[in-house]
C-alpha cells in the first residue's frame, strides 16, 4: 500500500509499506476513506516526539470501511464505515471501566501517560496511523463508531479526536452556565473548545491567538471576540481589563508545547529527546484567570519537565483540569450535536489533498499559509 512516512525531523514522504494485516483476532483492517493531519503531528514532523523511528506512518484522525475482520470482532463486519478514536482503547482495564479510555493501561502496557495512539511514535505503542490507503484497528469491537448511512464520511470525521477533545476541555473547564471563557489557540482543538463552551451555556467566549487569519476564523466560525496577543502591551493584563479586573471564570489552553518549540525546547528536544514545551499558555492560563477560577488544559505537553507557576494557582485557589482526551465517550453525544446542526464538523476543513501531496499538506499547515485551518488527506481519492 501506499502510506506516508516518516524520514527524519522535516522530512516525509509517500512511499509503498506492507499492506496491514490482522495481528490479533480482535483486530480489523481499515480501507482509509478520509484521514486529516492534525497539528500535534508537527510535533511528530518537527522531531519533538521521543522514539519516532524513520518508517512509522502518522495519523491518529481517521475514517474507513471495514476491509477484514479478525475472528472474535462481534460487532463490525466487512462494508462497514466507521470513525476511529484516536485512543486505542480495551474496553476491560481498570481506566477504560472509569470512562477513561485515554488512559488505556493494556493498548500501552509499560507506560504510565497515555494510551496507545494511532501513528504517534513508539511512545504510545508504534502503532501505524492512517495517513495510508489501510490501517490495521486493533480492539475492534470497543473503538470504532459506525457512521450513519445518511452522512459523509467528512461530517463526522473529527469525531476522531478534535472535536471530543475540544468538548473535554469545555468541560472540565465546569462550564455551566454564565461562565466567561478564555480560550488560548484559534486552531482546530481551539475551535472546538469555543463552540463547545457556548453550547455549555458560557456567557462570554474570547479566543486568544496571534495569526490573523485564524482569529478571523475564529470569529467567523464560533461567534467569539477575539485578541491577537501581538498587538497588546501584557497579554495578561489586557485579559484581566476585559473582565472587570478579575479575569474569567474560565481559561482553555488549547496550544501545549508550541508545535515548531521555544528556541530552549528545539535545542533540548531535539538533542536529549526531552518532550515538553514551553509552558507559556499555562502560565498565562493561570496569572489571567480569577481567583478561584478553573484552569483546562487540552494541549499536547510531555514530561519531564516544565516550569509551571503552582505557587500563583496554589495561591489562587484554582482547579487545574488536564488530560488526553477520552475520546469514545463523547463520540454518540457529539455525532447527535452534528445531526442536529449545531456543529458544523466539516465546516473548518480548509484544504483536501490526494495522499500523494501529503508533504505538501504537511508544510503548508506547518508554515499557516494559504488561511489552513484544517488539512484533509484522500487516500483513495474522492471515492
Same mark, same amino acid.
Given at each position: 500500500?501506499?502510506?506516508?512516512?516518516?524520514?527524519?525531523?522535516?522530512?516525509?514522504?509517500?512511499?509503498?509499506?506492507?499492506?496491514?494485516?490482522?495481528?490479533?483476532?480482535?483486530?480489523?483492517?481499515?480501507?482509509?476513506?478520509?484521514?486529516?493531519?492534525?497539528?500535534?503531528?508537527? @510535533? =511528530?514532523?518537527?522531531?519533538?516526539?521521543?522514539?519516532?523511528?524513520?518508517?512509522?506512518?502518522?495519523? *491518529?484522525?481517521?475514517?474507513?470501511?471495514?476491509?477484514?475482520? #479478525?475472528? /472474535?470482532?462481534?460487532?463490525?463486519?466487512?462494508?462497514?464505515?466507521?470513525?476511529?478514536?484516536?485512543?486505542?482503547?480495551?474496553?476491560?482495564?481498570?481506566?477504560?471501566?472509569?470512562?477513561?479510555?485515554?488512559?488505556?493501561?493494556?493498548?500501552?502496557?509499560?507506560?504510565?501517560?497515555?494510551?496507545?495512539?494511532?501513528?504517534?511514535? *513508539?511512545? +504510545?505503542?508504534?502503532?501505524?496511523?492512517?495517513?495510508?490507503?489501510?490501517?490495521?484497528?486493533?480492539?475492534?469491537?470497543?473503538?470504532?463508531?459506525?457512521?450513519?448511512?445518511? %452522512?459523509?464520511?467528512?461530517?463526522?470525521?473529527?469525531?476522531?479526536?478534535?472535536?471530543? +477533545?475540544?468538548?473535554?476541555?469545555?468541560? !472540565?473547564? /465546569?462550564?455551566?452556565?454564565?461562565? $466567561?471563557?478564555?480560550?488560548?489557540?484559534?486552531?482546530?482543538?481551539? =475551535?472546538?473548545?469555543?463552540?463547545?463552551?457556548?453550547? !455549555?451555556?458560557?456567557?462570554?467566549?474570547?479566543?486568544?491567538? @496571534?495569526?490573523?487569519?485564524?482569529?478571523?476564523?475564529?470569529?467567523?466560525?464560533?461567534?467569539?471576540? +477575539? &485578541?491577537?496577543?501581538?498587538?497588546?502591551?501584557?497579554? &495578561?493584563? @489586557?485579559?484581566? /481589563?476585559?473582565?472587570?479586573?478579575?479575569?474569567?471564570?474560565?481559561?482553555?489552553?488549547?496550544?501545549?508545547?508550541?508545535?515548531? #518549540?521555544?528556541?530552549? *525546547?528545539?535545542?533540548?528536544?531535539?538533542?536529549?529527546?526531552?518532550?515538553?514545551?514551553?509552558?507559556?499558555?499555562?502560565?498565562?492560563?493561570?496569572? $489571567?484567570?480569577?481567583?478561584?477560577?478553573?484552569?483546562?488544559?487540552?494541549?499536547?505537553?510531555?514530561?519531564?519537565?516544565?516550569?509551571?507557576?503552582?505557587? +500563583?494557582?496554589?495561591?489562587?485557589?484554582?482547579?487545574?483540569?488536564?488530560?488526553?482526551?477520552?475520546?469514545?465517550?463523547? !463520540?454518540?453525544?457529539?455525532?447527535? @450535536?452534528?445531526?442536529?446542526?449545531?456543529?458544523?464538523?466539516?465546516?473548518?476543513?480548509?484544504?483536501?489533498?490526494?495522499? /500523494?501531496?501529503?508533504?505538501?499538506?504537511?508544510?503548508?499547515?506547518?508554515?499557516?499559509?494559504?488561511?489552513?485551518?484544517?488539512?484533509?488527506? %484522500?487516500?483513495?481519492?474522492?471515492?
Amino acid at each position: 500500500m501506499r502510506a506516508l512516512t516518516y524520514q527524519g525531523p522535516y522530512r516525509v514522504q509517500v512511499e509503498q509499506k506492507p499492506d496491514p494485516r490482522i495481528e490479533h483476532p480482535q483486530d480489523v483492517v481499515l480501507k482509509v476513506t478520509r484521514a486529516a493531519i492534525c497539528g500535534s503531528d508537527l @510535533h =511528530l514532523l518537527h522531531g519533538l516526539v521521543p522514539d519516532t523511528r524513520v518508517g512509522c506512518t502518522f495519523g *491518529h484522525e481517521f475514517t474507513g470501511v471495514v476491509e477484514e475482520v #479478525g475472528k /472474535e470482532v462481534a460487532q463490525l463486519k466487512k462494508g462497514d464505515r466507521v470513525v476511529v478514536p484516536f485512543n486505542i482503547s480495551c474496553g476491560t482495564c481498570f481506566y477504560c471501566q472509569r470512562g477513561l479510555t485515554g488512559n488505556c493501561e493494556n493498548s500501552n502496557p509499560g507506560s504510565d501517560v497515555a494510551s496507545g495512539v494511532y501513528g504517534y511514535s *513508539h511512545t +504510545t505503542g508504534g502503532f501505524d496511523g492512517g495517513q495510508a490507503e489501510y490501517v490495521r484497528v486493533p480492539f475492534a469491537d470497543v473503538g470504532p463508531m459506525k457512521i450513519p448511512d445518511d %452522512m459523509d464520511d467528512e461530517s463526522v470525521l473529527f469525531l476522531s479526536d478534535i472535536l471530543p +477533545t475540544g468538548y473535554q476541555a469545555a468541560e !472540565m473547564g /465546569e462550564i455551566k452556565g454564565g461562565e $466567561t471563557v478564555v480560550v488560548f489557540g484559534a486552531g482546530p482543538v481551539g =475551535l472546538f473548545a469555543m463552540k463547545s463552551a457556548w453550547l !455549555m451555556g458560557a456567557g462570554r467566549v474570547v479566543a486568544v491567538d @496571534h495569526v490573523p487569519y485564524r482569529l478571523e476564523f475564529a470569529r467567523k466560525f464560533a461567534n467569539v471576540e +477575539t &485578541v491577537n496577543f501581538k498587538e497588546v502591551g501584557d497579554i &495578561v493584563l @489586557h485579559l484581566k /481589563e476585559m473582565f472587570e479586573g478579575r479575569g474569567p471564570d474560565v481559561c482553555i489552553d488549547a496550544v501545549g508545547m508550541e508545535a515548531e #518549540g521555544s528556541r530552549a *525546547h528545539r535545542v533540548l528536544g531535539l538533542g536529549l529527546k526531552l518532550e515538553a514545551g514551553a509552558p507559556t499558555v499555562i502560565e498565562w492560563c493561570i496569572n $489571567t484567570v480569577r481567583k478561584g477560577g478553573n484552569v483546562s488544559i487540552i494541549g499536547v505537553y510531555g514530561p519531564p519537565w516544565n516550569f509551571v507557576p503552582i505557587g +500563583t494557582a496554589m495561591n489562587k485557589g484554582l482547579t487545574l483540569r488536564m488530560n488526553q482526551a477520552n475520546t469514545r465517550r463523547y !463520540m454518540p453525544h457529539l455525532l447527535e @450535536h452534528i445531526q442536529k446542526g449545531r456543529i458544523d464538523a466539516k465546516g473548518i476543513i480548509t484544504h483536501r489533498f490526494p495522499l /500523494e501531496q501529503a508533504p505538501d499538506a504537511y508544510h503548508l499547515f506547518a508554515q499557516k499559509r494559504d488561511g489552513c485551518v484544517k488539512c484533509v488527506l %484522500m487516500p483513495h481519492g474522492h471515492a
